[in-house]
């Protein structure tokens, strides 16, 4: 019995194909730069992904298509070669008829490599080829079992080979396997170097692809950052005050509609401010007006209620308590109408230094000694120290700040005069290396509420209300005011009622509290602002108790005169 060709089975795989594992694509964690920088990364990027996923699919779909066509023409011609021979070879074959028939089907396959095995005979048509490593168990297994053809791709030394294996069954139609397997080997070294040249090229073709798409960026961030840079420089000019910047609005894309918005909004903000401007300007000027125009009605009631005070002790008890308040709400009102014309000059920017050089612990102890203080604080002050200030401003602020920490901090009340070297910019007008005169008044008493130290500069702030108006009448009704003023509360001058230790009229030398108007820290900082220094705060000190702290620029001068 004749066997027949082999049957026309399915093409399946025998054996699985070596794995491969995914490709991770790990892209930079961050975006260094401006917004050029990251546009132009980000078309790179996405053309570079774009290009290395066009490449993944061609290599893969060009690689499959290669590979699919080799095992197809391998398939097809191991099956008719096979069926072309087997029709006159008759079985059982001895070892000679075997290796005949396997060089015969070689010969037809292009001198491929062939293997016939019938039971435990097998042939190979080159007897010096090496098939053991080829032909795997997995395939052996498949073609006994006579289902078809089969066919697999197999790595052997490094190199890539294609092994098709095929029954051969009997030609009486009942598709029995006549025992007779027939491999052929076939070498897939050109199909993966053509693959591979392939790959190759669509890679040389990603370089060109990245750089024209990191040109596109370029350009691309040229005219979307062109307004946007623009449109930065007016609202950094709009932010350093000039309110007239404003932005050219070309076009009708997104950027257009936020320069015209950026527009409205520069050109409402400039009316706003004018307007606050003008508002409080003819707010400043009713200020002065109003305090100009009550000096002389003050000054009137003022001597008015000299008289009545110096004869207090001549008239009844309820008419000389009301004398003695009448003329201490009458200097209060005087020292109110000085302190606002006071911040009225220093709004207007008529405030002056009329600066000399001076000893800065001559010019405490004497501030201190006017207001009868000396007794009741501890001073650490060193000789020698001279600088260039304006005296009665210096006063103001050593009345305020020592004021302050006697009515409302509790003993002991420390002055402390020092010079140090500046750490650099902290203090205006005072380098890096530059000297300056810190002058520290520190008590033990509750210290600054929170709320307080962020308004303690304010304008007619007070901490204690209560505590200030009752403080106000008990010294309203006690005894008779001195020369120098209404009496504090331990029966000396408050501090903002009498002149500066040149004799000159002291305003803002009051306490904010009590008799104070309310202005006298804010008139204090101005006046160390105007010598080029400020005044810091510790609401509350590891010790208890709060400090103010005068810091200015030590400057001095051979020459006396206005700086």
């Known amino acids: 019995m004749k066997p027949r060709s082999p049957g026309r089975g399915a093409r399946r795989s025998t054996g699985p194909r070596r794995p491969t594992g995914p490709r991770r694509f790990v892209g930079p964690r961050r975006f260094v730069g401006g917004l050029r920088v990251r546009l132009v990364v980000t078309f790179v990027l996405v053309a570079l992904l774009s290009a290395v996923t066009a490449t993944a699919l061609a290599y893969r779909d060009a690689r499959t298509a290669v590979l699919q066509r080799t095992q197809n023409t391998a398939v097809d011609d191991l099956r008719e ?133 990191a040109l596109l960026a370029l350009l691309a961030a040229g005219t979307v950052l062109r307004p ?5 420089r007016a609202t950094r000019e709009l ?32 009316s706003s401010d004018a307007e606050l401007r003008a508002q409080e300007a003819k707010a400043r000027r009713f200020v002065a007006d109003v305090s100009h125009e009550l000096r002389t009605p003050l000054a009137a009631m003022a001597m008015v209620a000299t008289v009545l005070e110096e004869d207090a002790d001549q008239l009844p008890p309820d008419a000389a308590r009301a004398a003695r308040t009448v003329g201490a709400e009458t200097a209060r009102l005087s020292r109110l109408v000085e302190d606002l014309m006071e911040i009225s000059r220093f709004d207007a920017g008529a405030a002056r230094l009329n600066a000399s050089e001076t000893d800065l612990a001559d010019t405490v102890r004497a501030s201190l000694a006017l207001r009868g203080w000396t007794d009741r604080v501890t001073l650490d002050l060193p000789e020698g120290v001279r600088a260039v200030i304006d005296r009665r401003r210096v006063d103001v602020i050593v009345a305020n700040l020592v004021g302050n920490a006697l009515r409302h ?133 590891p010790g208890g108790g709060a400090a103010f702290t005068l810091v200015l620029p030590l400057r001095r001068t051979d020459g006396e005169g206005e700086e």
């Open 409 to 541: 901090g509790a003993p002991p009340v420390t002055v402390t005069l020092a010079v140090v070297r500046a750490g650099g910019g902290d203090v205006p007008g005072v380098g890096e290396g530059g000297e300056r005169v810190v002058l520290e008044v520190a008590d033990r008493g509750p210290g600054l509420p929170p709320e307080a130290r962020e308004r303690v500069f304010d304008r007619f702030y007070k901490a204690d209300e209560a505590r200030t108006r009752t403080t106000a009448t008990a010294t309203a009704t006690g005894p008779a005011a001195t020369a120098t003023g209404p009496a504090a509360p331990d029966g000396g001058s408050a501090p903002d009622s009498g002149p500066g230790p040149d004799g000159g009229p002291g305003p803002g030398a009051g306490l904010d509290g009590g008799q104070g108007s309310g202005l006298g820290m804010a008139i204090a900082l101005e006046n160390a602002r105007l010598h080029g220094g400020t005044i810091e705060v510790e609401a509350q000190r």
């Open 81 to 213: 070669r096979v069926a072309a021979v087997a029709a006159g070879f008759d079985l059982p074959p001895d070892q000679r008829s075997l290796s005949r028939f396997a060089a015969e089907v070689s010969e037809g396959l292009g001198a491929r490599i062939v293997v016939a095995r019938h039971q435990d005979l097998t042939a190979v048509s080159d007897a010096y080829a090496d098939t053991e490593g080829r032909i795997t168990a997995e395939l052996r297994a498949a073609v006994r079992a006579g289902d078809g053809t089969r066919f697999q791709r197999v790595e052997w030394r490094g190199e890539p080979y294609l092994v098709v294996g095929t029954p051969v069954t009997y030609a009486d139609g009942d598709r029995r396997t006549s025992g007779l397997e027939v491999f052929a080997i076939t070498d897939l070294r050109a199909e993966r170097d053509d693959t591979e040249a392939l790959l190759d090229s669509v890679r040389e073709g990603i370089v060109p692809v990245v750089a024209v798409a």
């Open 228 to 232: 946007v840079r623009k449109l930065g």
């Open 239 to 270: 932010a350093a005050g000039d309110l007239g910047s404003r932005v050219a609005v070309r076009g009708h894309d997104e950027l257009a509609d936020l320069a015209r918005t950026f527009n409205e909004t520069a050109g409402a903000l400039q």
